[in-house]
């Protein structure tokens, strides 16, 4: 995903990626960073499912 003109820095595109620290934005002009406070890949229901799974061994 793109976004156009969103550098707090520079005004310059920047564009959504995630790596092993997190989802962030990173300027395609400058290289400025922006790290995303937000989760779009974390699925609340795995970890219900984790739950489930410690209650019946326990
Ligand atoms: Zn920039």
């Known amino acids: 995903m793109i ?3 969103s550098c ?3 005004g310059g595109d ?3 990626t995630n ?3 997190g989802t ?3 300027c395609l002009q400058c290289g400025n ?3 995303l406070d937000e ?3 974390d699925v609340p229901g795995l ?3 984790g739950d489930r799974m410690d209650s019946q061994a326990a």
Request: positive net charge; contains cysteine; proline residues 8%.
């Open 47 to 49: 970890r219900k499912v």
């Open 8 to 10: 707090p820095r520079c």
């Open 14 to 16: 920047m564009h959504l």
């Open 39 to 41: 989760t779009p890949y």
């Open 24 to 26: 962030y934005r990173a």
């Open 19 to 21: 790596d092993y620290y």
């Open 33 to 35: 960073v922006v790290d």
């Open 3 to 5: 976004y156009l003109k």
